[in-house]
């Protein structure tokens, strides 16, 4: 059995997706959905199960026989979130209790990190797994430092050589884009908000630069299409010896300029940008350049290469998000 926490979200939908194209079937699924159309995420494939999150430790224990990896993509993601005690109960303290379940059991353990764990980028974007090295890293906000705080624990129980999960891996995910994200409103990928704008006759909207050394718009982020993503995790699926920490990003920074003319040209119009001012509340906590260095997970054998920002994002307007169905 594999099991997918967070299975009915952004990333986590997707690799169930794949796992169901590849003919699993025993794919059980933790997450919650509320009163919206999350479930839409799942709708087109067959599962072994769903578990609710409070039941986690629960279904594993009766499971446990069963389960070969757990691929961890449940998280409260958004950047912005206040309450940090609720994203230390779903970030930290079950990202903990998973990993010593797997280290108990034999079971492998994938989970996800996040380029924000870099901080503002100041001291590059290495992913180094050594303790010394994370414990230099600065994250800008209550979201990266979960991410960073359970790295750290990780990287020191294997340092102490405590028994830990026979393969375990921790992504660093950067800016993700792709279908399945319409329940994450305002923290959807800019593709997905600038669509429906552009599809309207409007002008697309970007955060001006409050940085003489950055033009407006011309911010730099590492976009990845989430099925390089889900080609990362389905390899890592495939290559058991495999453990570390790794950036999952194309290695290749574009900016959202960049970003919003591809969108146009996706939907076949010629582009239209205007520019306005970024919110207080950012200002100071806003990445203006992440880049993955990807040699990591290239010298630990992925060779896949990752899909050009155009094609991704051609593929995504005009195969999902134009269409009457737009989940994966």
Sequence with gaps: MIVVTGGAGFIGS?????????????????????????????????????????????????HAAEIDVV??????????ERDVDAIVANNVALSMDLWRWCAWRGARFIYASSA??????????????????????????????????????????????????????????????????????????????????????????????????FAD?????????????????????DTPGVSGLFNVGTGKARSFKDLAEATFAALGQEPRIDYFPMPDELQGKYQYFTQASTDKLRAAGFTRPFTELEEGVRRYVQDYLTQPDPFA
């Excluded at 993700?176 to 309207?200: C, F, I, R, W």
Aim: charged share 20%; proline share 4%; aromatic share 10%.
């Design 217 to 237: 718009g011309g911010q730099l982020r590492d976009f990845i299409w989430v099925g390089d993503c889900v080609g990362v995790m389905l390899w890592l699926l």
């Design 71 to 80: 691929f961890h993509m449940g998280a409260i993601s958004a950047t912005t």
């Design 116 to 213: 924000a764990t870099y901080g503002d980028g100041a001291l590059g974007f290495v992913d180094d797994g050594d303790v010394a090295a994370l414990a230099r890293l600065r994250p800008l906000n209550a979201y990266g430092w979960s991410k960073h705080l359970v790295d750290r624990r990780f990287a020191r129980a294997v340092e102490l050589g405590e028994t830990v999960p026979p393969q375990w891996a921790g992504l660093k995910f950067f800016n993700v884009y792709g279908p399945n994200e319409a329940h994450k409103g305002d923290m959807m990928s800019v593709v997905a908000k600038l669509t429906p704008t552009v599809q309207a006759g409007h002008a697309a909207k970007l955060f001006k630069s409050h940085r003489p050394d």
């Design 14 to 62: 997707n690799l169930v997706a794949a796992l169901a194209a590849r003919g699993h079937h025993d794919v059980a699924v933790i997450d919650r959905f509320g009163t919206g159309d999350k479930w839409r995420n799942l709708a087109k494939h067959e599962l072994a199960t769903i578990v609710r999150p409070e039941d986690t430790l629960a279904f594993l224990d009766q």
